[in-house]
C-alpha cells in the first residue's frame, strides 16, 4: 500500500513493553536487518533482543506477519578501565546487520569502546546416542560398553543461539558513535568522536586509522565526528558528519589516510535566525545514505536535510522537524534536551524519511507530495491494530481541539531511535523503553 | 513541561540575537554564558565528560566572546564617570584572542541605577561570572582585575587589565586541553604512515610521563595567572592558602597511589588480554581543568571543587573539597541584581 494514499499506519504489537522505566531497558538503538524479517534492539544494559517476523501463515491471509521475540542475549558487560579509574558503559551504542549469506543470521554490536561479531543461528536437532556418554552426560564407565553404536541426530525443540564470534576493542579511545558495514561485507568502519578506523571482520588484533581530526593541540579542538556511513554502494566511499553541521564525504583510494575529503556538505548559516545557539543546533546527530546511493540524509537539531551527492553548497531538500523549538532554545540548552541525538531514516524507496521528536512523536515527510505527518507512540493513543491518528502542535494563540501547545510537550519522552522495513511499511519506535512497530493500513 | 530556572522579566527567547545594543539581548547573553561555564564545569566533574558536549558548549562560550568584543562601541559615557571612554577599536580579527575588555559598549543591565559603560560593563558582566561559579575562564579574563571595592568602583574597573595574554579563549583551550591532556597517546604521537596499522593502541609508559608534563605544564601555567590575580585582590575575602603558593609538581603527585603507575602492573594488564591503554589517563586526574573554587553571591553555599578530578582518582588525603572559597563578592555592589541561576 502506497504511503501516499494513506498516511496512517496501525499498531501492530507492544514488545518490550513494561510497566514502570528502568534505566536498563531503556532502548538505545533499533535496526532492521536486510531482508527484513529480523529486528535488533539493543538497550542500555548492554542486551540485544532480536524480533523475527511470523511467517504469514496461509489460514489468516489478512493477518500480516507480527514480530516475536527471536532471540536475547547480553551482548556487552559493563567494564572497569582500571587506569583511567573508569566504568565503561555497556550500554549498545549502534546495531548493524551483515547481510546473511547462510543459515546463521550475523550482526555487528558496540558500546563505547568496543564491537562484536555476534552470530544468531538456530539448533533445532541434536545428537542422541554417545558410546562414551549416557544421555545426562555423566561419563560411561568403559568396561560397560559391549557394542558401538552410532548417534542420531533426534529433532529438537528450537533453540537460538547467539555466540559471539569477533571482539573488536582497544581501538578507540573516545567512545564510538557509529559503525557501518561495507559493501564489500568484509570490512566495516567504527567512529568515535576524532577517528574512523577500518577494520576487517576476519581480524581484531587491527585495525587501520582513516580519519584523525584530533589536532595535535586540544586546545585546537573546535569539532568532532558525529556519525559515519558507509556508501551502500560503493566500497570505497564513506561519508561522515561533525558538529559543526557539515559533511565530508571521503574515497579510499585517494590516499591510505582519507583526512582530505573529496567533497564537503554545508550549507551557509542564515544570518536572520542567527543566535547564541546556533552552533549547537547546526551540529548533526545522524546522516545516513539513501538506498539508491544518490542521496545523503542529515538530521541536525531542528531540521532534516536531503543532500544531493553532487551538489556540496546546499541540500537539496529542508525538512523542519519541530521549528516551533525554535524560540524555545534557551530552555532546551538549560535542560540539556538541545544535545539530544536524533536519528533519521529511509523508506525502502528512498520517497519517504522519517525522524522523531519530543512528547514521543515521531515525523515522517514525503519527499515527493512534499506532505509531512506527526504521530505519536504512546499507549494510550494506539490500541492494537488502531489506526495512528496524525498530531499536532500549535505554536500560539488559539489551540484547536486534540492540538497541544508547545509548552505541554514533554520533553522527558523522546522518539530518538526508530528504523524503518526496507523493503515494505513497517516501522519500529523506540520510545525509552517501549518499542513501538507499526505498519501500513491494509484494506 | 519545560522548567524556566531563571525569572526573566522579558521573554529572552523573544529578542533578536543581532540586537546587541538591546539589554534584554545583553541579559540573555549573560544568562546563556553562565549557564555555559556552569555547564561546562559540572560536564567535567563528570568521571567521562562527553567530548562533543564539551566541544559544543566552549564553542558556545567562545562565540559569545567574540561576538561581545567585536560588537562595536555605541553607549555614551556618562559624564561622572571617571572611565576612559571606549579605546581604542579592537584591531584584530575575530580569532581565538579577545585582547581585552576595553570595549563593551553593552550597558549593565542588573545595574539599573548607573549606565556605566564600556569597562564597567565587562565588568558587570564578570561579576556575574562569579555568581556563575568560578573559573579559569573568569580567572583569566580578570586576570588582572582590581579588587571590585565598594568606593572606587570605577577606578578600579578603568585598571582593568588589557593583557591580551588573557583571553577567553585562552581559557577555554586550556580547559580542552586539560579535557584531553592525558586520554590520549602523547603530543609528539606516532607518525601516521598509510597503511601502518594500530595493533590495538599499545602504549609505552614513557608516554604516560610526556602527558604528565604536558599537562603539568598547562596546570603550572593556571597557577601563574591565578596566583596573579589573586594578588591584586586586597580587599576580596581571599584566602590565600598554601595550596595555591606553595604547590609544586611534586606535590601534585604526592599522594597518588604510585602503584598503578607501576610499570609490571601495566604489562601485566596487557599481557592478561585486558589491553586497556596504559598509563595515558593517570594525568587527566591529577590536573585540575580550572582552579575554579569560589562560592558567589547566588551559588553561595557550593563549593566548587579545584581539582574535582582528584576524588576520583581512589584514596587520596588532600581533599578537592577543602578548598577555601576565593571570592566573596560583596552584595552592595550590585544591589539590583537577582539573577538566580539554575542549578542544572
Known amino acids: ?443 | 513541561m519545560i522548567t524556566k530556572g531563571q525569572k526573566r522579566k522579558y521573554s529572552p527567547e523573544e529578542v533578536e540575537a543581532t540586537d546587541r545594543s538591546n539589554p534584554i539581548w545583553e541579559s540573555q547573553r549573560q544568562f546563556v554564558f553562565s549557564v555555559s561555564l556552569n555547564k561546562y564545569q559540572r560536564g567535567q566533574e563528570l568521571p567521562e565528560p562527553s567530548l562533543r558536549r564539551s566541544v559544543l558548549i566552549a564553542n558556545t562560550l567562545r562565540q559569545m566572546s567574540l561576538e561581545f568584543c567585536n560588537a562595536p562601541a555605541e553607549d555614551e559615557v556618562p559624564p561622572d564617570s571617571s572611565l576612559s571612554g571606549p579605546e581604542e577599536v579592537q584591531q584584530e580579527s575575530p580569532s581565538n584572542k579577545i585582547p581585552s575588555a576595553k570595549h563593551h559598549p553593552a550597558q549593565v543591565v542588573t545595574n539599573s541605577s548607573s549606565a556605566l559603560t564600556t569597562c564597567s560593563g565587562v565588568s558587570s558582566l564578570h561579576s556575574s561570572h562569579y555568581a556563575a561559579g568560578r573559573n579559569l575562564a573568569n580567572c583569566q579574563w580578570n586576570s588582572s582585575t582590581v579588587p571590585l571595592s565598594n568606593g572606587d568602583e570605577d577606578e578600579e574597573w578603568e585598571s582593568m587589565s588589557t593583557d591580551g595574554d588573557f583571553s577567553l579563549s585562552a581559557a577555554i583551550s586550556s580547559i580542552l586541553t586539560a579535557l584531553d591532556s592525558n586520554i590520549e597517546e602523547s603530543p609528539q604521537a606516532v607518525q601516521r604512515t598509510p597503511f601502518q596499522s594500530l595493533e590495538n593502541l599499545s602504549r609505552s609508559s614513557e608516554g604516560s610521563a610526556t602527558w604528565v608534563k604536558q599537562g603539568v605544564r598547562g596546570f603550572v601555567g593556571n597557577l601563574e595567572e591565578w596566583d596573579e590575580c589573586r594578588v591584586r585582590e586586597n580587599q576580596m575575602e581571599v584566602t590565600r592558602s598554601a595550596y595555591l603558593t606553595d604547590f609544586t609538581v611534586e606535590d601534585l603527585f604526592q599522594d597518588i597511589d604510585t602503584s598503578l603507575l607501576d610499570k609490571d602492573k601495566l604489562f601485566g594488564l596487557r599481557g592478561c588480554g585486558v589491553g586497556h591503554p596504559a598509563g595515558d589517563d593517570l594525568p587527566r586526574y591529577l590536573l585540575p581543568i580550572s582552579p575554579s573554587a569560589s562560592s558567589s553571591q547566588y551559588l553561595s553555599n557550593q563549593n566548587l571543587k579545584c581539582l574535582p578530578s582528584f576524588s576520583s582518582f581512589g584514596p587520596l588525603s588532600s581533599s578537592p573539597a577543602s578548598l577555601p572559597t576565593i571570592f566573596s563578592p560583596s552584595s552592595s555592589l550590585f544591589p539590583d541584581s537577582r539573577v538566580v541561576l539554575p542549578l542544572t
Open chain 1, 1 to 443: 500500500m502506497e504511503e501516499e494514499s494513506d498516511s496512517r499506519k496501525i499498531n501492530n504489537s507492544f514488545l518490550r513493553d513494561h510497566n514502570y522505566a528502568t534505566e536498563a531497558d531503556i532502548i538505545s538503538t533499533v535496526e532492521f536487518n536486510s531482508s527484513g524479517e529480523l529486528l535488533a534492539t539493543g538497550d542500555k544494559g548492554g542486551r540485544v533482543v532480536v524480533f523475527q517476523r511470523e511467517q504469514e501463515s496461509k489460514s489468516q491471509p489478512n493477518r500480516r506477519g507480527e514480530y516475536n521475540v527471536y532471540s536475547t542475549f547480553q551482548s556487552h558487560e559493563p567494564e572497569f578501565d582500571y587506569l583511567k579509574s573508569l566504568e565503561i558503559e555497556e550500554k549498545i551504542n549502534k546495531i548493524k546487520w551483515l547481510p546473511q549469506q547462510n543459515a546463521a543470521y550475523f550482526l555487528l554490536s558496540t558500546n563505547d569502546k568496543t564491537v562484536k561479531l555476534w552470530k544468531i543461528s538456530e539448533r533445532d536437532k541434536r545428537p542422541e546416542g554417545y558410546n562414551l556418554k549416557d544421555e545426562d552426560g555423566r561419563i560411561r564407565d568403559p568396561s560397560t560398553i559391549t557394542s558401538l553404536r552410532v548417534p542420531v541426530l533426534q529433532p529438537m525443540d528450537l533453540m537460538v543461539e547467539a555466540t559471539a564470534r569477533r571482539v573488536f576493542s582497544n581501538a578507540h579511545t573516545y567512545h564510538i558513535n557509529s559503525i557501518s558495514v561495507n559493501s564489500d561485507l568484509q570490512t566495516f568502519i567504527s567512529t568515535d568522536d576524532l577517528r574512523v578506523n577500518l577494520w576487517n571482520l576476519e581480524i581484531t588484533d587491527r585495525s587501520f586509522n582513516i580519519v584523525d581530526i584530533k589536532p595535535s593541540n586540544m586546545e585546537e579542538l573546535t569539532e568532532v565526528i558525529t556519525s559515519a556511513e558507509f556508501h551502500p554502494r560503493q566500497c570505497h566511499t564513506f561519508a561522515y558528519s561533525s558538529s559543526k553541521g557539515s559533511i565530508r564525504l571521503c574515497d579510499m583510494r585517494q590516499a591510505a589516510l582519507c583526512d582530505r575529503h573529496c567533497k564537503y556538505f554545508e550549507e551557509p548559516e542564515d544570518p536572520s535566525t542567527r543566535s547564541f545557539f546556533s552552533e549547537i543546533i547546526s551540529s548533526i546527530s545522524d546522516v545516513k545514505f539513501s538506498h539508491n546511493g544518490r542521496y545523503l540524509m542529515t538530521r541536525d537539531y531542528l531540521t532534516v536535510k536531503v543532500w544531493d551527492l553532487q551538489m556540496e553548497n546546499k541540500p537539496l531538500e529542508t525538512y523542519q522537524v519541530h521549528d516551533y523549538l525554535r524560540g524555545k532554545l534557551c530552555s532546551l540548552y538549560e535542560n540539556d534536551c538541545i544535545f539530544d541525538k536524533f536519528e533519521c531514516v529511509w523508506n525502502g524507496s528512498d520517497s519517504v524519511i522519517m525522524t522523531g521528536s519530543y512528547n514521543n512523536f515521531f515525523r515522517m515527510f514525503d519527499r515527493n507530495t512534499k506532505r509531512d505527518v506527526t504521530l505519536e507512540a504512546s499507549r494510550e493513543n494506539s490500541k492494537p491494530r488502531a489506526i495512528l491518528k496524525p498530531r499536532k502542535v500549535c505554536v500560539g494563540g488559539k489551540r484547536r481541539k486534540d492540538e497541544i501547545s508547545v509548552d505541554s510537550l514533554d520533553f522527558s519522552k523522546k522518539i530518538l531511535h526508530t528504523t524503518w522495513h526496507p523493503h515494505e511499511n513497517i516501522i519500529a519506535v523506540a520510545a525509552t523503553n517501549n518499542l513501538y512497530i507499526f505498519q501500513d493500513k491494509v484494506n
